[in-house]
């Protein structure tokens, strides 16, 4: 993984729009406001006009939900016997959580390829 004078590579990208910054310069946030992607950055001046993921960010969400959230929940639900009822309202609570946590990081990750693959056309 090379990168080349003023382009990222694709791990940097990624980690990049794991912590909601600019996936060109790393320095300013990607979004304006919870999931709203700014126009461009204010510190490099990178577009982001053409990097919206549509519907792809809350799919992806779900499906890491599902993974990270099912397992642990399930395995309570085994072992807690009669007392399996009284895990429901905790376990919303964290899958809630869980999402509210993931769905930024998503779509912050897919933004920000988005827009190295509109760069590298």
């Known amino acids: ?3 080349e ?3 990222a590579g694709v791990l940097p990208t990624i980690w ?3 912590r909601l910054r600019c996936p060109a310069c790393g320095q300013r946030t990607l979004f304006r406001a919870y999931l ?3 126009q461009s950055c204010a510190a490099c001046g990178a577009d982001f006009s053409r990097s919206e ?3 792809v960010a809350p799919y992806v969400t779900i499906m890491l939900m599902g993974l990270i959230g099912m397992p642990p929940i399930l395995a309570l639900a085994l072992n807690a016997g009669a007392y399996a009822e009284m895990l429901l309202w905790p376990a919303l609570a964290c899958a809630a959580g869980l ?3 993931l769905l930024p990081r998503v779509k912050g990750v897919l933004a ?3 827009w190295r693959a509109r760069r590298e056309m």
């Open 1 to 3: 993984m090379s990168t």
């Open 5 to 7: 004078a003023g382009r």
């Open 16 to 18: 990049r729009g794991v």
């Open 36 to 38: 709203k992607l700014s």
């Open 53 to 55: 993921t549509a519907d």
């Open 99 to 101: 999402a509210l946590v």
């Open 112 to 114: 920000a390829l988005l």
